[in-house]
């Protein structure tokens, strides 16, 4: 007889979601989990929750609104002298935030009765799991089912190897001290440009390497073209085309060397983040010896229903093909759960938003309009500036526009995308739509309250037949 119906390995987004569905659906249910928090306590919630996505977004809110007081405030008649910002006491509210969501993840463990076991997760089977405690300790347990959520780990470049003090990877970058006078970022993917756009707000002077000729390249080219204009306008100053060749630390400093267009650039700074990607966290979980897939980039190898090669053991979130977002890890991690309890899961990777959290924001879902044409797609257009909308320009927050593309045929709507204040929150009617296979013209009939930022939307829907009502 196994001990649970489901054992789930990770507690992250995935993870823990995961177990809480398989919970309410009646299923006996554990969870492995081997973060710990500095006081050696285990927590849930993942990279995510800990490191990554939250504590994130509660510096980039600290540091907007301190940006928006010393910069922007005198152009709405608020005078400040001489702001000052307190980095310890934001850092600190930053852990707080941390603390609250994942004391609220425990008490979602506790109200629904899922059993954690503290330590790291490896398969001896497809029915067993050892975990092993961070005192060697080591406890089998057995399982009907079993899913995998562990998750990613920040990739490593050889010519900047991380030392947690001059060169940091993204868990150091949400922990400074004090503002560097010059920052160095390597990678302009999300992780870079809003840590970047953390630290310079407060001060550092930033410079963004990134080895890659294209900017944004998975966004829309008209989105990513706009928002590097923007945030070149901020101050980031982003080099394209630049492949470091060499890094090295001398008396505090760090000093790297990077080729660009057949020319040899010299930089120095007091703090380097190097944010070039994450990669599947799949060593630790015994695949080799239980015959589990995995392919030459580390991801395990499963169906469109996240089943592995193994009977009964499914895989979600990082950990396999797709994109790296925790709301996909989420679903997955729902759809897995419905699928043991003998339901029907449905998830489409298609519907999945995506979003950039500098300011102005960066969102979309669907394809760009590149990918379209080159997949010969009959195509229309349309686009709204923020500018022309009531709303924004009374929040003065005007720089950025939605991209609305239909078919030209059916008039579906095939994808949107925002470069735009509250770009995240407004992607999400976009979403719906799609998922609802809505038309263009569905989205254009639909009332729009005004004045609110979601006019830009009405309007880009109206610019796909080529009747807007504001421009």
């Known amino acids: 007889m196994s001990d649970y119906d489901v054992i789930v390995i ?20 554990a969870c492995v989990e081997t973060w710990q928090d500095r006081k050696g306590k285990t927590v849930l919630g993942g990279t995510c929750l800990n490191v990554g996505c939250i504590p994130s977004k509660a510096l980039l809110d600290s540091s907007h609104h301190f940006e928006n007081i010393t910069k922007h405030s005198s152009e709405h008649g608020i005078s400040v002298e001489n702001a000052t910002i307190d980095i ?5 509210r930053k852990d707080k935030v941390v603390k609250i969501l994942t004391m609220g993840v425990a008490g979602l463990f506790k109200k629904h009765n899922i059993t954690l076991l503290e330590g ?40 900047a190897p991380v030392d947690h003090d001059c060169i940091v990877d993204s868990t150091g970058a949400l922990a400074f ?23 310079r707000r407060l001060g550092s002077e930033v410079t963004v390497i990134e080895a890659m000729n294209e900017f944004m390249p998975a966004a829309d080219k008209d989105i990513a ?11 980031l100053d ?5 492949k470091m060749t060499s890094c090295t630390t001398v008396n505090g400093k760090v000093k790297i060397q990077y080729q660009q267009e057949n020319e040899s650039n010299d930089l120095e700074v007091d703090k380097l983040i190097v944010a070039i990607g994450r990669q599947p966290n799949t060593q630790g979980l015994n695949a080799e010896h239980v015959g589990l897939e995995i392919d030459e980039r580390g991801f395990i190898e499963t169906d469109s229903q996240c089943r592995t090669n193994l009977e009964n053991v499914y895989a979600i979130g990082d950990v396999i093909k797709g994109p790296m977002l925790a709301h996909k890890a989420m679903e997955e991690g729902v759809a897995v759960a ?27 879902v669907g394809k760009t309009e590149q990918q379209l044409n080159d997949e010969g797609r009959n195509i229309r257009v349309g686009n709204f500036p923020f500018i022309a909308t009531g709303r924004a320009r009374a929040m003065n927050e005007t720089t950025g526009m939605i991209k609305m593309i239909g078919d030209a045929d059916t008039d579906e709507l095939l994808s949107v995308h925002i470069f735009g204040p509250n770009a995240s929150e407004l992607i999400s009617e976009a979403v719906l739509a799609k998922s609802f296979e809505a038309s263009t013209e569905d989205i254009a009939r639909t009332i729009h309250a005004h004045p609110t930022l979601s006019e830009a939307m009405h309007e880009a829907a109206l610019s796909v037949d080529g009747r807007t009502l504001h421009m």
């Open 88 to 92: 310890r006491k934001m850092i600190t």
């Open 238 to 242: 982003i080099q394209l085309g630049a």
């Open 177 to 199: 001290d004090e503002v560097p006078e010059r920052l160095g970022v390597i990678g302009a993917g999300v992780i870079g440009l809003e840590l970047g756009s953390v630290w």
């Open 10 to 29: 990770g507690g992250g987004p995935g993870g823990y979601v995961a177990a809480i569905r398989c919970a309410q659906l009646g299923l006996k249910t």
């Open 338 to 364: 419905e699928l043991i309890d003998g339901q029907q899961a449905d998830f489409s990777h298609d519907n999945i938003p995506w979003v950039v959290y500098t300011w102005p924001e960066i969102a979309w």
């Open 120 to 159: 790291i997760g490896s398969l001896r089977s497809n029915s067993e799991v050892e975990v092993t405690s961070a005192e060697d300790e080591k406890l089998i347990v057995s399982a009907k089912n079993i899913i995998i959520a562990t998750g990613s780990i920040p990739s490593t470049l050889p010519p």
């Open 225 to 235: 073209d706009a928002a590097k204009k923007e945030l070149n306008k901020q101050g």
